[in-house]
Every structure is written in C-alpha cells, then in structure tokens.
C-alpha cells in the first residue's frame, strides 16, 4: 500500500498538531516537539493505521504514547510520541526495556529514543485477534501451529532474562503478525523485578481465555484445560527448557 507522507511542519497546526501534543498542549509544547523531532532526523508522518485519533488515523494508542508511522531519513519506523498526560515524564526508561528485549532478540528493534519520543522499527502486519479471522481453509493449522510456537518461544526467551511484558494477558492489542514472522509489541508496562510470566500469559490467553481461544479451538482442536493446566504448573515451578518442550508437546505445537 502507498503511504502519503506529511512534513513535520504542518504537525504545528491543527488538525495535525492533536497528534504530536495528544490530548492537549500548548503552541509551545507542538513547536518544542517539532524541534525535538527534527534533531532525531524525523522528516514526515504518515497519517494510517487501524487506530482513529478524532478523524485522524494512527498505528495505535496506549495510556502513555500515540505510535504512527513515521520517515527518520529516508527509512519507514514506527514513531511513539509521549502523551501530554502520560504519568511518564519521558521515554527513555522505555526505550532502555525495549534495549533489553531486542538482546534476546524479541520486539522491534529501538533506534533512538529522547524525551517525549521512541524510534523504532516499522513491523507491517495486523494485530492478532484481526489476523486469526483471516485464517481459512487448507495450511491454516499449518499457520496457526508455527505463529503460536514462534510466539511462545519469543515469551520463553523473556522468561529466562526475567523480564515481564505485563499485558501479555490481553494479547489482541500486544501481538502483530507479519507476512514474514509474528512479533510481540508496547513495553511500556514491563518491568524487570515482577516475576515474568509471559509463556503463562500467553497460553492462558491463546488456550483457556475466550475470544482468541474459542477461535483457535475451531481451527485445531486443544487438549483439554486440565492437561493445559497442569504442564503450566510444571513450567511455572521451574521455568527450565525441558519443561517449555513438554509444554509446546501438549500444545500439540
């Protein structure tokens, strides 16, 4: 899809300038923004995405930031702004925890971070309540089976750096799946001193919870809650890699 690209600029006046100071700020505030966005190279915004900001579309929008797409040079990235009633006072604590995820690997890669914004990497895809509607017909258990696994494995491999994502719960708003790979998504709930319970999180929500589950168990058949349970209590126990492989085992996965 073509992406039409606004400058920075016109981000001063309204309607544009909801976006860089949501929900509310001064003329002030919009032009210090500005400036703050010129230093990280952040030439033109995007205004797509699933997400409406009044009239305006966006990639999504959390208790602390708005994310659109974004060109820092000439490159697509997925740019957070802060909200102006964040309890946050900046986004560098964020971008430390998204630091910490991209060393084993996981989420999108972060480029730059300063006060009021986060640079990172552009992941197109759809968030996966969206995505698990588009699967039909033949491959899909195929699909499904690798798309879960991959993400369970991204989930263990938090685990063992002892980092808790803390809204793996709800996982509709916290998983985008891509053409090429699924990706975990918005850390600014994570934390590295409550105990992680991310694979947990994550099997609750695709296995036992409903929505996501109910659909799931259409597309292949579960095994029942208490062997789910059961395995859960075993990893939660000893988060060892035996015990994430007999999980996945019983998963069918």
């Keep these: 899809m073509v992406q039409s690209f606004i400058s920075i600029k016109k981000f001063a006046d309204e309607p544009y300038s909801k976006i860089l100071g949501y929900p509310k700020a001064t003329?002030?505030?919009?032009?210090?923004?500005?400036?703050?966005?010129?230093?990280?190279?952040?030439k033109s915004i995007s205004l797509t995405g699933s997400t409406l900001l009044g009239k305006l579309a966006v990639l999504g929008k959390g208790y602390v930031?708005?994310?659109?797409?974004?060109?820092?040079?000439?490159k697509q990235v997925a740019l957070k702004i802060r909200r102006t009633d964040s309890q946050r006072n900046e986004m560098k604590n964020e971008a430390s925890l998204l630091k910490l995820v991209n060393s084993?690997?996981?989420?999108?890669?972060?480029?730059?971070?300063?006060?009021?914004?986060?640079?990172?990497?552009?992941?197109?895809?759809?968030?996966?309540?969206e995505w698990i509607n588009t699967l039909k017909g033949i491959g899909s258990v195929k699909k499904l089976k690798s798309t879960i696994r991959n993400i369970l494995e991204d989930c263990y491999k938090l685990d063992q750096i002892n980092f808790d994502h803390g809204?793996?719960?709800?996982?509709?708003?916290?998983?985008?799946?891509?053409?090429?790979?699924?990706?975990?998504i918005d850390f600014e709930s994570s934390s590295t001193i409550?105990?992680?319970?991310n694979v947990t999180s994550v099997t609750q929500a695709i296995f036992i919870g409903s929505g996501i589950a109910k659909k799931a168990q259409k597309i292949y058949k579960n095994p029942s809650k208490e062997k789910i349970i059961e395995a859960l209590k075993q990893y939660?126990?000893?988060?060892?890699?035996?015990?994430?492989e007999i999980l996945l085992k019983i998963l069918k996965l």
């Design 65 to 74: 930031g708005v994310v659109v797409l974004a060109k820092k040079s000439n």
């Design 104 to 129: 084993v690997n996981v989420g999108p890669k972060m480029f730059v971070a300063s006060k009021n914004f986060l640079v990172m990497e552009y992941l197109e895809g759809i968030k996966i309540s």
């Design 27 to 42: 003329n002030r505030q919009i032009r210090s923004r500005i400036r703050e966005l010129e230093k990280l190279n952040i």
């Design 194 to 197: 409550r105990r992680p319970s």
């Design 167 to 184: 809204e793996l719960s709800n996982i509709s708003k916290h998983i985008i799946v891509g053409e090429t790979k699924s990706t975990l």
């Design 236 to 244: 939660k126990h000893e988060k060892t890699q035996e015990n994430f």
